[in-house]
């Protein structure tokens, strides 16, 4: 690749609707983010689900918060006003008589009783405020912990529901990491937004008390505060905006960091020698993020502290303002420690609320991100009224006139496709890469659902069907399986995970493919875990994790069952060894089978030959040879190989 394609731009405001970006693939578009205030402070209507959200993930441990809360917002203000009243009462003992009073003198005139029992209050509610801040902050923890949880499985829970489709697009897996940033990454709005509520409480008991002493006072600390707001409304947007428009380098960045410290790469990226390529390529990457981030940042900071210091001559305007009116004796001196205490609180309760609501209304933009990803809906869904799935099949699959096309391609994966594959029958699929094999299964599975045509099970149209249902009675083995880092039970269980339990239902599906032979070797049998992500897991050999994979589909008991490249990574004496039992255990069910080995297709009752999303022959593995065609030409090919 050549350098230029590796420079990223720096960020920029967009100023059209759509904002290019480049990555390693060419270009993307990301539509336009809120870049008005309008926009920005529109984006607070996610906070009432949010806090919905946050109550539903446990109401006592919110209803806790709050009412803590609340404490704190009245503890201050009360504190305030009795440390007037105890100036006052201080300054009207001066004036009594007292000239040489000892402290028993005080004590026994008793007019030292109502300062004490003024700070005696003080002091309780002192206590008070610093016991509940410390319990709110031990509540506050637990919540948002909680919240992290739920939020977790409320997103697992949807994106269980979104098609095949829609995690394969690009644009698709950029909203979700979006969305599961957020999900752990805005716990601390919860602190935020609570906090607001209670600085909201106190800064109006403060500005009720200002008010009525001198409700200039008010007027003048606004005026010294709304600039700042703006300010920070205006940078938390850009931030946003550069958050957004990074996330696709932000996951490039990772991919990265993930194939330079990884052990599923390590072995090629040693022998071809890829550290100091992938280290540089990290280091240009990281680099422009910090460039980005600094330059923002700094703008930020100087324009930050020019209104800080605008706000702070406000403050010391009103300062000098309440003592001339102490000076000429409309305040008292408790008056004017009330106000200027009050003032002084005030201006700090009104300038975090300012920038706390610029800074709430930055983390809801953040919002959008997880709430659009709730409202995503999926395209495959069964209908209203579900038809049950035919128990047993009887006739098989009719693949009618079907033609698929992958979103954004403009090659058709299939194209007038008619198929039928009967009950009970043992089908392979072959052809070259790019043939629309996988893509049929795939079909067959409901995992996407065709572009033209239909695809029929026993006469009904598999859109009719309960979608649960039908993938339950299929059982599929991928080529590219995943290869779960849970032990050698639960790898195999995840065909079936209601049988999780099922220790002998279990040990049955490893049989049947052989993989028992692998666990026995294990050095803690089926409770070893597998894969070297985690300590004292045990790798495994890519024939022995195929075993595994299909003692999946065992464990599944399905009605159907598909094999895509069942044994591409084992060797020849496994291969035989595998489909002499497949060809046993298969027998009454329907069987797709799909693989470049003729040695495996030979043994299938019927086999199809696709060339560009077509079938183009069909017949036995005798039959094709004696015809002479494609699959002819294919199994010479494979054949010379071995002569």
Not at 105 to 118: F, P, Y
Not at 495 to 502: I, M, S
Not at 563 to 590: H, I, K, M, N
């Amino acid at each position: 690749m050549a350098a230029d394609a590796l420079k990223w731009r720096r960020f920029r405001a967009p100023v059209d609707k759509r904002a290019a970006t480049p990555h390693l693939g060419g270009m993307v578009f990301i539509p336009r983010q809120p870049q008005t205030i309008r926009e920005r402070i529109g984006a607070m209507r996610h906070l009432p689900p949010f806090v919905r959200l946050v109550w539903e993930s446990s109401p006592p441990l919110t209803l806790a918060s709050l009412v803590l809360r609340l404490v704190r917002a009245i503890v201050p203000v009360l504190v305030l006003y009795v440390g007037k009243l105890i100036v006052d009462e201080v300054v009207a003992q001066t004036h009594l008589p007292h000239a040489g009073w000892t402290l028993e003198q005080w004590l026994a005139s008793g007019r030292l009783v109502r300062v004490g029992e003024l700070v005696l209050v003080e002091f309780g509610l002192a206590v008070l405020g610093d016991f509940a801040g410390r319990l709110s902050s031990l509540i506050d923890g637990l919540l948002a912990e909680t919240y992290s949880n739920f939020a977790s499985i409320r997103l697992m829970e949807k994106a269980a529901t979104l098609d095949l489709e829609q995690f394969e697009s690009s644009d698709q897996q950029d909203r979700l990491d979006r969305a599961r940033r957020q999900v752990t990454g805005r716990t601390a709005l919860l602190g935020q937004v609570f906090g607001q509520v209670q600085d909201i409480l106190t800064a109006t008991s403060f500005t009720i008390g200002l008010a009525i002493y001198w409700p200039w006072l008010i007027a003048l600390m606004v005026v010294a505060l709304v600039p700042s707001l703006v300010n920070e409304l205006r940078f938390n947007a850009e931030v946003y905006r550069l958050d957004y428009f990074r996330t696709l380098e932000r996951r490039q960045l990772d991919y990265v960091r993930y194939l330079g410290s990884s052990i599923e790469t390590a072995k090629e990226v040693k022998l071809f020698n890829l550290n100091g390529f992938l280290i540089e390529r990290f280091r240009r990457f990281a680099q422009a993020m910090f460039d980005d981030n600094r330059s923002l940042a700094t703008r930020r900071g100087l324009w930050g502290g020019l209104f800080a210091a605008f706000a702070t001559l406000g403050y010391y305007t009103a300062y000098a303002a309440i003592i001339w009116r102490t000076v000429d004796g409309s305040f008292s001196l408790g008056d004017m420690a009330f106000l200027v205490g009050a003032f002084l609180r005030l201006r700090g309760l009104l300038g975090g609320l300012l920038l706390g609501f610029a800074q709430v209304a930055g983390q809801a933009l953040y919002l959008e991100d997880l709430f659009s990803f709730f409202e995503t809906e999926p395209r495959i869904v069964s209908p209203t009224d579900p038809r049950p799935v035919p128990r047993p099949i009887r006739s098989g699959f009719v693949f009618e006139d079907v033609g698929f096309r992958y979103e954004g391609a403009e090659r058709w994966a299939l194209r007038h496709l008619n198929l039928t594959i009967g009950a009970g029958e043992v089908l392979a699929l072959v052809g070259e890469n790019g043939a629309g094999k996988t893509t049929i299964v795939k079909l067959l599975a409901r995992l996407y659902d065709p572009t033209e045509g239909r695809i029929l099970l026993d006469g009904r149209d598999l859109r009719e069907l309960d979608l649960e249902e039908l993938r339950s009675r299929i059982g599929v083995v991928f080529q590219d399986f995943v290869r779960f880092h849970f032990t050698a039970a639960e790898n195999i269980a995840v065909g079936r995970v209601e049988a999780a339990n099922d220790a002998g239902r279990i040990q049955e599906a490893a049989d049947r493919s052989l993989a028992d032979t692998v666990i026995a070797r294990l050095p803690q049998g089926y409770e070893q875990t597998l894969g070297r992500r985690f300590g004292g897991g045990v790798d495994l050999s890519g024939g022995e994790w195929q075993k595994i994979a299909i003692a999946r589909a065992y464990m599944r008991d399905a009605d159907v069952l598909v094999l895509d490249e069942p044994t591409s990574a084992l060797d020849a004496r496994s291969e035989y060894q595998v489909f002499q039992r497949f060809r046993d255990l298969s027998v009454g069910r329907t069987t797709v089978l799909i693989s470049h080995r003729f040695s495996t297709v030979r043994m299938a009752d019927r086999i199809i030959v696709l060339e560009g999303g077509v079938a183009i022959e069909a017949g036995t593995h005798q039959e094709l040879l004696a015809r002479g065609g494609l699959y002819a030409e294919m199994f010479e090919l494979q054949a010379a190989g071995y002569r």
